[in-house]
């Protein structure tokens, strides 16, 4: 987990890592690295055990989301063939792919992966950081267009006097993160 440390990672699965007496810890570096982790549950668990497994261990985090359940069966079309995917690795490989965009749009996604925990930017910032300047209007077409809240954290992106702008998914979840972030 710690090699991922500063690489700009937006998205953080360990594979066969299902010790929920690790799930504190990755959620900690989670949190502290701006990495949204992927926790790993057992086998065949259910929902009702895993909520109380994550409840028991004291896990409330918006930087970790836990996965569980059996290995499913995947019809590869690209190479022909069909695989056992893991649940944790079926859905970072949905997520990985939900992250396409446009060049600029990845600039902007990665610039707002680069704002801290607990910090904001505008969005003039952000355009300036990604090398244009003068398109804060499409920093914030970037925002709206990003499907993985929290893992390319645009509720991080406010407008120039400080204010909240729009939330893909609610401005009162925008502004329950940012307080969330600040406080920790």
Known sequence: MYALRGQGC???VLADSDDSAQWMTQASFGLSEG???ILTGSAGDTVNAATAIKRAVGLDSYAAKLMF???????????????????????????????RGTPFQRRVWQALR???AGATATYSEIAARVGA????????????????????????????????????WGFWRKRALLKRESAQ
């Open 133 to 168: 300047p003068k398109e804060a209007y499409a920093v914030g077409e970037a925002c709206a267009a990003n499907a993985i809240a929290v893992a390319i954290p645009c509720h991080r992106v406010v407008r120039k006097d400080g204010t909240l702008a729009g939330f893909r």
């Open 10 to 12: 937006g998205l953080g």
């Open 114 to 116: 680069e704002i801290p």
């Open 35 to 37: 990495v949204y982790m």
């Open 69 to 99: 359940g059996d290995w499913l069966w995947w019809t590869d079309q690209v190479n022909g063939t069909v695989r056992l995917v893991s649940p944790q690795g079926f859905v970072a490989g949905r997520l990985s792919n939900s992250s």
